[in-house]
């Protein structure tokens, strides 16, 4: 045989060994954990690379900082808790990937995620065939609980709600008349932009524009040039904090005073980074609460900061929530099974009696599809460049 | 519809112009080396985001060290585009010397894998640079040169809308020129450049003159790269904010332009990179208002690629190449 | 060495080295569940049966064993089975269209990095005519049950193989590094166009995608599952795989490799360019448009963001990986890369992520194995190009007998030409 037969068998076998090395690794906790059965695992699903990295880590983060405060707890019961974040990169096949990863592991009895509802909906097809309980930190889409899968619940408010109520609060509120309607192309961008537009025409304003923009771009001038010419008195933006910040910071640099909204997708410390002081007289709908408004709420991003040296996003506190009500269900499920490890459609069952948890930025009760009645949406202001905004409405449904 | 148009025209050109010039100047990176290696180096893009990225650490080092606030901005900015031009230089040589030299003999086809898979790699060690210094990718240096110089169109046109320049975008505008004229003088009129053309001509009766080629194919990265991060500096300037991924479309839209302008051919690459902000703006402010919304802004990248296919597909040397290519 | 020039030929022995290799991970995979290598070792076996010196029939025989009833089998023993059958059923995917691009760049040499293009026009015909999607703009009959699946398969392959003639025509005029950059730029207009064709008429409903895509189902029996979809794909892929063989080494796949090594030559020895170059186009294109469909009816919802220019250069590192030319190389290729994407990355970023939450150790978040897929790729794309351009299996080509063919020459005059195209190949 020649030598370049037998670099290849060399080659291969060299890839192949670094695959098996790589997952060496991974048999040794799966072993490690596998001696003590009662082990519970829960997944976080977020993208935790790419653009809105930000958000996603906040989700995990906030999370994990709920599990290390119940370990204690549940260590009592006589299980161990374990947190497994997984990083959907913002990608639906990725996600679907992982779904069916953490579906296989009968250790995972709940997953908290994701932030993208294009990544929810796909992935959510698969827990509903494993009976995993998702519980959603972030998803506004509302195709998310429509299609009537038992196994999704939600604890945010959906782009229904969301996008009238930035409407009535645009046009209630601050008297406008003529709206400007600009969109990332993305499926959450598309989702918002649409629903506000809607509301915005019901409600008797006149949409003069509808324009898409394309992610990873820093050049806006071509809408604002569009903007400058039509003239309206407010411009709302459906899609992430990266474009949004530097549509307004053009835009103001044109001299455009008008104020600006965007969806719960711009909530972002980046945003005020990007936009600086123009950030001013810019508002934000979220489906997330102001978290430092409560006693609770302080404490929570105190905790948060000294564990990961950073501060809160505003989804942070959406995740904890999320990690809290899956654990108050899992261990009403533990109560109800005589304190042995419940079953996966146990913990469903139980997460769907859930009617008043008490968390820290919202309270949470299920309704049939899986969506919170107590629901509701914040709107923010930045009077200053500091994030976040200051809380100026709040519609619930 | 046409009164919109009217009206923005004046904004939409300045704005195209700064585009336009950001465009021609890292079209010209890829014209000299596609020129003297016939090369699509792929890796140009990420080389101009890479410049960007050094800049605005430097400048986010000044402003912290307090020089910024001593310094007047224009000495900051030409300190900063001095340093990264000449780091960005040298990062195209070590480019060259790592992925391309020893593919020199190779297909066609093995270079530019090579040279996309470069590409990637950049970006992704940007990225884990930024990220570890900074929690997130996305970076954003400190606001200069952001003066508001108003344009009274209106008095020159009644039907025109008045338009503004940010000082920045002067700065930009200027310093393309002022490079883009300083390259043309070096190509055409110093000897390295004569040499730089003799190798473009033909490699092998170069060598026989007694170039040495691989100092010349060396000298040509480094200006193209030079000029590509000192562009990557005035971008982080003018736009403010930059993420690890802006190099590789507008790389793809800089190549566009090259081959526009006629590929390989400097002032094609000017003319080409201008006319392409210029329609692009165009497109992106009005094509919704055209069509009444069927095509959103979203499509002009569609057009900027069609234009690509078109020209290569029918007239490969460039709209300018031949009447540029006499005048040479 | 004496042990591995043994092993080269001896047959019986690597008849038994197989049989225990087989027999041992497959066990392992029984026993041991939850154990991600043991599933990988039982693939690994397809890539030791071929490199033992059985006849080919031989060879098909148990690959085929392996893969349908082997491997489904001892996986599906425990609850990993669905996401092994995930992983599998990606690389099926991944492989067939890595076959098919092998054919433009391996075999024909054009170089195409809009590749993907093909996988979404395969997605989008089914995804619009197995949702109401349709009614938009056709009468009030949709969505089509999943018993159409079938046709559709079909109807797929043919309108990504139209697409690459369409884009093929025009596209060929140009060479080399050109063609590269406008397939790249029609990957993304086709992209940047399905995004935004919610308007005038909703095609594609946008950015919002497609949800709730039928999944087929034949005699009422609905295909739902991983491991539904895995035998599908591998139906699907053997196909590809006997098309792909049989071209090769036909009047068309000599052809292509004839016009990759050099084009004037080619046409001097009576190749039609034009019609050689489409067929790549419109044979590669077809094989991603099939597995396009696949993909729409298992996942069940599609966007635009699954057609990006990354995925494209993914596929183009499968194939350079595995070694451009090569099929045998480009199944590796893809079945690494996949597995790297999909379960390796994934596992090695948790157990980093775990060590790290007990304090083990404490490694940055930025430098994450998963967010380390383009650097991997990179370093793969310029290793390769520099250090081993042909991949991990080279690429072959049959070896004649000058003599012989000359002798068989005399007697039949039609095999004359193909002899010259082979000596130009040769040359």
Redesign the interface.
Known sequence: ?GI?K????L??TA??MS??V??????E???GS?KDSKVIKIATQSP??G?S??LG?SIKLGA?LKLEEQKKAFEDLGFEL??????D??????G???A??I????DYLGLVGHLNS?VA??SS?IYE??NLLMVSPANTAV?VTE?GLKTVTRIVARDDLQGPAGAQYAIEKLGAKKIFVIQD???Y???LADAFKKAAEEKGAEVV??????I?E??F???I??L???KPDFVFFGGMY?EF??IV??AR???LEIPFMGGDGVDSS?LV??A?DAVKNVYYTSVAGDTKATEEGKKFAENYKSKFG?EIESFSAYGYDAAGVLLESIKNAIEANGKKLPTREQVVSEAKKVQDYQGIVTKVGFDDKGDNTYAEVYIYKFNEAKYPGSLDGKVSK | MIEHIISTLPQVLIDGLALGAVYAIIALGYTMVYGILELINFAHGEIFMTGAFIGTALFITLSGLGFLAVMPALLALLLVLIVTSILTGFLGVGIERVAYRPLRKAPKLITLISAIGVSFLLQDLVRFITELKKGNYILTGPSLFTEQISIKASSILSSFADAQIKSSTIILVVTAIVMMIGLDYFVNRTKWGMAMRAVAQDRDTASLMSINVNKVISLTFFLGSALGGATGVLFAVQYGTIDPYIGFILGLKAFTAAVLGGIGNIRGAMVGGLVLGLIEMFAAANLSVITSNVFTAEYKDVFAFIILIIVLIYKPEGIFGKAVAEKV | MKLKELLNNNTKLQAVTLTLYIIVSSAALYFSQKSVTAFLLVLASILLLYLTKFNNKVKWGIGLLVLVVILPFTASQGVAYESYMEVATFVGIYVAMAIGLNIVVGMAGLLDLGFVAFFAIGSYTYAIFATAQANNFLPDIFPLSGSWFWLFLIIGTLFAAIAGILLGIPVLRVKGDYLAIVTLGFGEIIRIVFNNLDKPINFTNGAMGIASIAPPSIFGFEFVQSSQFYFIVLGILLFVIFAVKRLEFSKIGRSWKAVRENEIAAQAMGIHLVRTKLMAFAVGASFSGAMGVVFAAKQTFIDPTSFTLLESITILVMVLLGGMGSVPGVILGAAVMTILNLQVLTEVTNWLGQLNMQGVISIPDALSPAKMQRMIFGLILVLFAIYRPQGLIPAKNPVFDEEKLKADDLNQNEEKVITAQQSVIDA
Do not use: H, W
């Open positions: 045989m370049k037998y670099f290849s068998v080659g291969s890839l192949l695959l098996m790589g997952c060496g690794g991974n048999d906790k799966e072993t596998s935790l690379s653009g990295a930000n880590e994990q374990q947190l497994v974040p997984y990083d990169q913002a990608d639906p096949k990725k679907v990937a992982n069916q990863l579906g296989a592991d009968a294009g909906i796909p097809e065939k494993n195709d299609r192309k993305t499926a961008g598309t989702g524009g509808y324009e898409g923009v394309t990873g820093k050049d001038n071509g809408v040039n569009q400058l010419s039509k990266t910040g530097l910071k053009q640099e044109k001299g980046t980074e990007i600086g950073k």
